[in-house]
């Protein structure tokens, strides 16, 4: 290296140093965007769109919609949702498959939404509550339909029949307007054997 090259390293090394303490001292002075987490989690703003975790649509009356069809367990792609179910008495006799337990593993969760766009009754969602830290792994499984059962109340009994309602004249005026049988030749044969 001769002297030339010498202090032309020495010039590039200073300018590029330069340039490094230009980028860092405008950073001093720009809005510090880093969060504070935890100590703002009051003030924290979440995305409404983040896939936090998975959780059942409850109205306010404490009913989910699931019906217990299986279709976001077949569309899940690695086998996350498990719903098992019961057999029930229903008010008419007859016996109806209900949901009993809707297990979600969130920790094999993937978030692609298929199960939440799957599903024909929207009966789930994906809340962007995002502090699903545990410290064992059988925590991340939940049963996703906690609360307690509740049954429907049963449908009102039907109104009496109109027929039975409505005057004699109303009821059967198909009969009074049917016409009189008329006698066919068969008819006639079969009164001149007797
Ligand atoms: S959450 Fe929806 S798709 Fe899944 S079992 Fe319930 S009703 Fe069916
Ligand atoms: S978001 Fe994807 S991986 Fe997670 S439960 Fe739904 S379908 Fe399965």
Request: hydrophobic share 30%; charged share 25%; net charge neutral.
């Amino acid at each position: 290296m001769n002297i030339t090259e010498y202090f032309s390293s020495i010039f590039k090394g200073t300018l590029s140093l330069l340039k490094g303490m230009q980028v860092t001292g405008k950073e001093l002075f720009t809005k510090k965007v880093t969060e504070q987490y935890p100590e703002n989690r009051a003030t924290l703003h979440i995305a409404d769109r983040f896939r936090g975790t998975l959780q059942f649509v409850y109205d306010d009356e404490g009913y989910h919609k699931c019906t217990a069809c299986r279709t976001c367990e077949r569309n899940c792609p690695n086998g996350t949702i498990t719903i098992t179910t019961r057999s029930v008495d229903m008010p008419n006799g007859k016996k109806k498959m209900k949901l009993d337990k809707y297990m979600y593993d969130l920790g094999s969760c993937t978030f692609c939404d298929l199960c939440v766009t799957s599903c024909p009754f929207h009966a789930i969602e994906f809340s962007n509550d995002f502090e699903q830290a545990v410290f064992e792994r059988d925590a991340l499984v939940k049963q996703l339909n906690y609360l307690p059962e509740k049954e429907k109340p049963a449908p009102a009994p039907k109104p009496a029949a109109d027929s039975a309602a409505k005057p004699a004249t109303e009821a059967a005026p198909a009969q009074a307007a049917k016409p009189a049988a008329v006698e066919t030749p068969k008819d006639q044969n079969e009164e001149k054997d007797q």
